[in-house]
Structures are given as structure tokens and as C-alpha cells.
């Protein structure tokens, strides 16, 4: 297996192709039913076995879905890859590559969450796509599964189309210039054909938004059987990823980066392109507006609390929380059902958090919000802290007593941090903290719903070496609103991961807009979301109480407007990692210290006390791409490592 991340560039098993025994994984995929765990591959070593009809060829396909990056509890660099997100050190740095990327530990021996090996914590995105070739290029042969029907067998070849964008997007965004994988190469290729070469980045680019519209035409525009096909991508799926790769394209990173300018290949061919152009930007906004036109059906997620009775302040809340959490709600443009949501929603849940509950055993509190995250999210009138003309931005690290007016976020008479009061409810949606409620559909009302106390030796505070709150924040975003704590562990109703859904095309439409400068019309899809999340539009609120009034008039004001919300919006959804890379911000925002609340401190005093965790550093420009592994680049000499490693 030494050299079977590197089987790509060498070729010499595309035609022996053995079916992957992955079913029982693919099942929870594709939300199958019981029919599809009774199916065992049969790990023949055959191509024309494996397409020999639909029922085999259906398996190659899911395991095309099966690279598909993880996402779960330990080993997902979505959560712990930047700054937003932080853990306990005890026994678990040890195996915790994401985290060790946030810790300035990447490397060219063994780099860390290694998509293009498929090495510490990551999928091989090459084999992904060898696999998709291969499906590709045996389900367009009307020759072979013969009895695969006509209009299925054109929505399989999409689906691989975009499976194999998809694999190419995803490395294309961690390493920038890639090797373009449109065919596999045949067993009789010379080894200077084997020795592949990276491509411009626009080239990459074009060929991935060129396979995403093959993929769209026929695609299905919904998924109509829910039970058996949930996980498939669509239409709308296809049309977003094209808005986000164009994004992406478009954004500082990848358009007119002059950090790259002098990065070429072995042949002196220009790796990025050094002019910035504004065409880029109408592109990706063509590609956004085409992307909404196709979903149709999909709308913003809204609470429907049904016969419970609930305050609104806590129904807009359950909107941002519901978004995320709630099964296959109307907001989804893709969810991955395949993911261990179960596992996340324990990591990020507060542990003993029902106190008519013996102690359980569920080990929660995994994932610790930091500081500066913490403090992103908007004042209650909808901009940010530090410009709220109403709120004590200087004294936010001072304590006061909540009072009954605070009721729906706060235990009334119970003392908290003044940074934990008058926010918006997505900052009450989304975190959980000292002092704070914690709605769950077990709670008799959202008046008595659960209190976090996470002062040290307290039910949520500190008591072990492991399974604690670091900072004294929880993403109580990601926890499904029916997670209940037993006397011996916890029951959680799972979700699909969203990978994709209409917030995100809203804010990436937003985002092009503006550069356009079409500010007018960007604001409109600010100002739907904000509505949802109980906010006043953006030009209301900047005018009546900023001390930045004319912010949102100008296209660099406005860019940071939607920055932010993104950032809010988006929180703990894996975005954060992607949007500082391209947007070429982390080299600000990941030069600082990482703090927490003093979760030692016993009294209100002591725990109300900035800690520092760590002492973050971000490299630039080395840090924004992923490095090639070093034994790579000796396979291979046509291969060039990126700037700085």
C-alpha cells in the first residue's frame, strides 16, 4: 500500500480496478433502506464484471460518493483548521492533525489532512477521481449494463461529472495549480507520461466549471425518493458548486495574487496569474444567479414549532439552529447523510446538562468556541460590537447581573460576562456559555430550559482531563434540538451534514455583487438573511447605530459587511477555514492570540479573566495553500512545491 497514494500519476491499475467493499458506509450515504445493506460487494477483480449490469455498476458509483471528505467528531479539518474552534490538549494532540494545522504544525514530510496522498485525516482525492474516470468512462459505453435505463444511465455519468469537479474543486482550493485528471492515462503510458504536471490555475478552473455544466444538464432537479436516493447531488448542487469555485476563482487568493507572481513550473509556465480581473467577479455573479434560479423549492429554513409554545425571541433562534440541525429541512441544497452527526452533536454538546439526570457517560464538550469568534457576532442592533454606538465595547470583559428583561438568553440574577448581553440571536443560537440557556425539545418550556454553569468544578465546568470546555463556549449550533442526556450516554437525532445551502448562495451572490459594484442589489440577499435572524436591514441598522454610518455606501465598507456576516452566518459550518484562505485575511486574523474565559477560575472573579490558549501563527503567503509532500515532488521532478515550503 506504500505507493498506492501515488497510483494515479503512476497508472498501472486503471484497467484491474477492484470494487470497493464499502457498502454498509454507502448506505448511510444515500439514506438507503434496508434493501441496500443486504447488497456485499463482490470484490471481484474485473472491470467487466463490475459493469457487467445496473445492480454492480449502482456499486462503482457509490464508491465514487465514498471519498467524499469526512466529517465528524475528531479528525475534520472544517472545525479544527483555523481559529474559530479550539480543544483540550490531554492525549489528544497526539492524533489531531486538523488541529495541529491551527497549531502551525504543517510540514512537507508528512503533511497534515494530505488530500492529494490521502494522508492524516484526509481522503486521496486522485484516487477519488481515478475512480470516477473509470465509471465514467464504462457507463458511457452503451455496450456495458445493458440493462441500465437510458435517462438513468445519463444522470449516473452526471452524477460522476460532478463527483469528479467536486474531488478536483476540493484540491484545487487547498493547493491551488493541480494536475488535471480528464482521463486516466492506459497501462502502456511511457513514465514521462506518468510524470504529470500542474496546471494554471484559470486552466484548472475552466475545466472544473466546464465538467459542473455538463453535470447540471441532467441532473435531476430535486431528489423525489427520498428514502432510497437521499445524498445525491442535483441540479441545484452542480449550479452551486459552480458559484462557489467562481467565488473562490475571483477572491484575493486566486485573482491578481502578487505573492504568486513569480510561481512557475519547471518549463517556466506561469502558475497563477499575477493581473487582477474584474471579469472574474461577473462571472462568479452570473454563476450565483443562475445557481438560485435553480433551486427551485429551496427557501430559507424557519422554525415550526408546532403545537409547543414558544417565545419569538426563541423561535428566530431555533431558525439559525434549525438550519443546520433540522432532517432535510427547505434551506438544503446538498446534505451529506453519510456523516456522523450523532458524534458531533455529543462534542459539541455541554456535558450534565440536565440536572434531573445522573451523571451520564456521554464525554461532551469536545468543541470549545474561542474568544475571537465569540465576539464576531452583532450587537442586538445588528452591527458589530466595537461600532455599536450603544454598546460598552471598552467594559465587555466586566460582569454584570442578568435581570428578567434577559430571560429567553440569560438565568435571571445569575452573573456573566457583559460580552454575553444585547446580542443578536445568532450569537444565543449558536453559542452556549456561562450563564446561558440551553432550549432542547425536552425542556417544558424555553423559560425553563437548561443553565450552563461552567465555573471549575461546576456541572459543565471543568472536573477532568479530558471532555471539558476550553474557553468556556460551546457551538450549541450544531446540536439538534432533540438531543436528550441519559443516565448512561445520550440519544441525538442525526442530520445531514449541509454542505450546501441557501444562505451560503445567498451571502456568495452578495459577495460578487458588490464587487461589481452593484450595492444595492447585494444588500437585498444581506438583508434576507438578516431577517430571518430577527435583524433590521443593513442600511437601517449602519445608519441609525454605527459610529461607521456610510459603511455599507462603498464597495471595500460593504466587503467587510458581508465578511462578517459570513462569518456569523456560516460559524462552526466549515466555511471559516475556506473564506480566510481565499479572501487573504488570515494572515490578519490568525496572528493572534487564541483566549478563552479562565475555565479554572472557581469564583465569578477568578473565571471572568482572559486566558490565552495559544500564540497563533499564520505564514504568508506559505500557509494559504497546502504543501506537496516531499516524496511526491522526488517521484515526480516535473512537480514544483508551493511558495514558502
Known amino acids: 500500500m506504500k505507493n498506492r497514494n501515488s497510483t494515479y500519476f503512476n497508472q498501472k491499475l486503471s484497467g484491474l480496478k477492484k470494487i470497493v467493499p464499502i457498502m454498509l458506509l454507502l448506505a448511510a450515504l444515500l439514506g438507503c ?27 462503482y458509483l457509490y464508491t465514487c460518493y465514498s471519498y467524499l471528505p469526512t466529517v465528524d467528531l ?45 494522508e492524516n485525516h484526509a481522503k486521496p482525492m486522485f484516487n477519488a477521481i481515478r475512480d470516477c474516470n473509470i465509471f465514467l468512462e464504462n457507463v458511457a459505453d452503451y455496450n456495458k449494463v445493458p440493462d441500465l435505463d437510458p435517462q438513468m444511465r445519463k444522470r449516473w455519468i452526471a452524477e460522476g461529472k460532478f463527483l469528479k469537479a467536486y474531488y478536483h474543486f476540493y484540491l484545487f482550493r487547498m493547493y491551488g495549480p493541480i494536475p488535471i485528471v480528464d482521463v486516466n492515462l492506459p497501462i502502456s503510458a511511457s513514465p514521462d507520461e506518468v510524470k504529470v504536471k500542474r496546471q494554471p490555475v484559470d486552466k484548472v478552473v475552466d475545466f472544473i466549471a466546464t465538467l459542473l455544466d455538463e453535470a447540471a444538464v441532467d441532473l435531476p432537479p430535486a431528489i423525489q425518493k427520498q428514502n432510497t436516493e437521499a445524498g445525491r447531488v442535483t441540479r441545484a448542487a452542480a449550479l452551486m458548486l459552480k458559484a462557489k469555485l467562481l467565488v473562490t476563482a475571483a477572491s484575493p487568493l486566486f485573482n491578481g495574487n502578487a505573492d504568486y507572481a513569480n510561481f512557475k513550473d519547471k518549463d517556466n509556465i506561469a502558475l497563477f496569474n499575477p493581473i487582477y480581473q474584474d471579469a472574474k467577479w461577473k462571472r462568479a455573479a452570473d454563476a450565483c444567479a443562475a445557481a438560485l434560479d435553480g433551486t427551485t423549492g429551496v427557501k ?3 422554525f415550526s414549532p408546532g403545537v409547543i409554545k414558544v417565545s419569538d425571541t426563541t ?5 439559525i439552529r434549525g438550519s443546520v440541525t433540522e ?35 456521554y464525554s461532551g464538550s469536545y468543541f470549545s468556541v474561542t474568544m475571537s469568534m465569540a465576539e464576531r457576532f452583532y450587537s442586538d442592533k445588528g452591527v458589530p460590537i466595537n461600532e455599536d454606538k450603544t454598546w460598552d465595547y471598552a467594559r465587555r470583559y466586566e460582569v454584570k447581573v442578568a435581570e428578567e428583561v434577559d430571560r429567553f438568553n440569560l438565568q435571571p440574577k445569575y452573573t456573566t460576562a457583559k460580552l454575553n448581553f444585547n446580542r443578536e440571536n445568532r450569537f444565543y443560537a449558536s453559542l452556549g456559555f456561562d450563564g446561558g440557556r ?28 479530558m471532555y471539558f470546555n476550553e474557553t468556556g463556549y460551546w457551538p450549541k449550533k450544531l446540536v439538534n434540538w432533540k438531543f436528550v442526556q441519559t443516565t448512561t450516554s445520550y440519544s441525538a437525532e442525526s442530520y445531514p451534514w449541509p454542505e450546501m445551502r441557501l444562505a451560503d448562495l445567498y451571502l456568495l451572490y452578495a459577495e460578487a455583487l458588490n464587487e461589481i459594484g452593484m450595492q444595492p442589489e447585494a444588500i437585498v440577499y444581506l438583508d434576507l438573511i438578516r431577517k430571518r435572524a430577527g435583524l ?12 461607521r454610518p456610510n459603511k455599507y455606501t462603498n464597495k471595500d465598507g460593504l466587503r467587510e459587511i458581508i465578511q462578517q456576516e459570513r462569518e456569523i452566518e456560516l460559524a462552526f459550518e466549515g466555511s471559516r477555514l475556506w473564506d480566510l484562505r481565499r479572501w487573504k485575511t488570515a494572515e490578519v486574523l490568525q496572528n493572534k492570540n487564541v483566549q478563552g474565559w479562565d475555565i479554572y477560575g472557581k469564583t465569578t472573579t477568578e473565571y471572568y479573566r482572559l486566558r490565552t490558549l495559544w500564540n497563533q501563527e499564520f505564514i504568508s503567503p506559505r500557509d494559504y495553500l497546502w504543501p506537496l509532500k516531499e516524496d511526491e515532488l522526488l517521484k515526480n521532478p516535473n512537480l514544483v512545491q508551493n511558495p514558502g515550503w
Do not use: C
Open 315 to 319: 423561535r428566530i433562534q431555533m431558525n
Open 327 to 361: 432532517k432535510w429541512n427547505s434551506e438544503l441544497i446538498w446534505g451529506r447523510s453519510v456523516q456522523n452527526t450523532n458524534e458531533i452533536q455529543r462534542g459539541a454538546m455541554a456535558d450534565n446538562i440536565d440536572p434531573s439526570v445522573p451523571k451520564p457517560t
Open 536 to 547: 433590521k436591514g443593513v442600511a437601517e441598522s449602519w445608519m441609525a447605530y454605527s459610529n
Open 438 to 465: 440551553w432550549y432542547l425539545q425536552s425542556n417544558t418550556s424555553d423559560l425553563n430550559s437548561w443553565v450552563i454553569n461552567a465555573k471549575f468544578g461546576q456541572l459543565q465546568g471543568k472536573q477532568r482531563d
Open 74 to 118: 475528531v479528525s475534520n479539518v472544517l472545525f479544527f483548521g483555523t481559529d474559530d474552534m479550539w480543544t483540550w490538549f490531554f492525549n489528544h494532540h497526539s492524533y489531531q492533525s486538523p488541529w495541529k494545522i491551527a497549531r502551525g504544525e504543517q510540514n512537507v514530510v508528512s503533511p497534515l489532512v494530505n488530500t492529494w496522498n490521502g
Open 33 to 59: 433502506t434496508k434493501s441496500y445493506l443486504d447488497v456485499v460487494p463482490d470484490n471481484v477483480p474485473t472491470l467487466e464484471h463490475a459493469f457487467a449490469n445496473r445492480y454492480e455498476a449502482e456499486k
Open 300 to 302: 430559507l429554513y424557519e
